[in-house]
Nanobody, 120 residues
Framework: VQLQASGGGLVQAGGSLRLSCAASGRTFSSYNMGWFRQAPGMGREFVASISWSGGSTYYGDSVKGRFTISRDNTKNTVYLQMSSLKPEDTAVYYC??????????????WGQGTLVTVSS
C-alpha cells in the first residue's frame, strides 16, 4: 500500500486542522493505520492509531482529548482531526500502515509526511 498525507499548514494556537492520508490499492481495509509526528531535533512520536474496521482507536497522552483519528474505508482514507492546537504540536506528521494479522505486525508502510506549524 502507498500512502499520501496532506492537509498540513500554518495555524494559530487554539485552532484546528484536519490531516488526510490517502492509500492506494484495494486492501486498505486490511490495514491498521497510525499517525506519528516528528518535531525538529526530536524523535518520532506516536500520535494515534485506528484498527482496520475503525472500531478501536488509541492516542498518545499528549493529544488525548484534542485529536481524533477516523477512517473511511470506502475512500481508502484515514483522517486526523486536530483541535486546540498548541505550538508544541508543530511537527511533520506521518501516516503509516500495518497489516491486520493474528500476530503483531510493524508499521511497514509510510507516507511522505505533511508539515504542521502552530504559531503562538
Amino acid at each position: 500500500v502507498q500512502l499520501q498525507a496532506s492537509g498540513g499548514g500554518l495555524v494559530q494556537a487554539g485552532g484546528s486542522l484536519r490531516l488526510s492520508c490517502a492509500a492506494s490499492g484495494r486492501t486498505f481495509s486490511s490495514y491498521n493505520m497510525g499517525w506519528f509526528r516528528q518535531a525538529p531535533g526530536m524523535g518520532r512520536e506516536f500520535v494515534a492509531s485506528i484498527s482496520w474496521s475503525g472500531g478501536s482507536t488509541y492516542y498518545g497522552d499528549s493529544v488525548k482529548g484534542r485529536f481524533t483519528i477516523s477512517r473511511d474505508n470506502t475512500k481508502n482514507t484515514v483522517y486526523l482531526q486536530m483541535s486546540s492546537l498548541k505550538p508544541e504540536d508543530t511537527a511533520v506528521y506521518y501516516c503509516a500502515a500495518r497489516e491486520n494479522r493474528e500476530y503483531p505486525t510493524s508499521y511497514d508502510h509510510w507516507g511522505q509526511g505533511t508539515l504542521v506549524t502552530v504559531s503562538s
